[in-house]
């Protein structure tokens, strides 16, 4: 069945690099986007961008520019998302949630979501 | 900055019908924005009800539909059944970034 496993919480510095793994299983890796979604403590969710693991490509959200990466490694079905320069406000649990690759970006549904990775930024 | 605006809350009687609406500052919601609708209960991960406006997914209560309503997207919930309780959160596609919008929450009384 398919499952998106994320890993697990992390406690940051302010100031440090944050990186969250999400392992895909029970479909083709490449056939689907990897969108990443966070939500601060109490908040709504907030579309961060998302990942081709076919071809790496990547599309984010114009307030993580600069600040986000988001990668993939084929060979263990696993894509990353990496936030630098940490604050406060970044304490949130993130989330992916992948989406077919159609041929109308846009017009496929986001389905299966991970369980979510609690990251906590203090001093 | 697009910003997409939900009711911050409803309240429905159990059996009755509610519409949430999801609104875009960029102007009329339409099948191009490809409207995606997720609830969320506490503690739990998002999960997928609607996408692209009108489609739902196979695991979907019948009782969930979505629409596009005078220019803004629609979530309507038909019988409303007290495991509806929820926030519920509409996504439109921008030609590029995602926005979600700010949440409706759901109370079933």
């Known amino acids: 069945q398919e499952q998106l496993v994320q890993s697990g919480a992390e406690v940051k510095k302010p100031g440090a690099s944050v990186r969250v793994s999400c392992k895909a299983s029970g479909y083709t890796f490449t056939d689907y986007y990897m969108h990443w979604v966070r939500q601060a403590p109490g908040q709504g969710l907030e579309w961060m961008g998302w990942i081709n693991p076919n071809s790496g490509g990547t599309n984010y959200a114009q307030r993580f520019q600069g600040r986000v990466s988001m990668t993939r490694a084929t060979s263990i079905r696993t894509v990353f998302m990496e936030l630098s320069g940490l604050s406060s406000d970044d304490t949130a649990v993130y989330y992916c949630?992948?989406?077919?690759?159609?041929?109308?970006?846009?017009?496929?549904?986001?389905?299966?979501w991970g369980q979510g990775t609690l990251v906590s930024v203090s001093s | 900055q697009t910003v997409v605006t939900q009711e911050p809350s409803l309240t429905v009687s159990p059996g009755g019908t509610v519409t949430l609406t999801c609104a875009s500052s960029t102007g009329a919601v339409t099948s191009d924005s490809y409207p995606n609708w997720f609830q969320q209960k506490p503690g739990q991960a998002p999960r997928a009800l609607i996408y692209s406006g009108t489609n739902k997914h196979s695991w979907t209560p019948a009782r969930f539909s979505g629409s596009l309503l005078g220019g803004k997207a629609a979530l309507t919930l038909s019988g409303v059944q007290p495991e509806d309780e929820a926030d519920y959160y509409c996504?439109?596609?921008?030609?590029?970034?995602?926005?979600f919008g700010g949440g409706t929450k759901l109370t079933v009384l």
């Open positions: 996504l439109l596609y921008h030609g590029g970034p995602w926005v």
């Open positions: 949630a992948r989406q077919h690759r159609g041929v109308v970006i846009g017009a496929t549904p986001i389905d299966y």
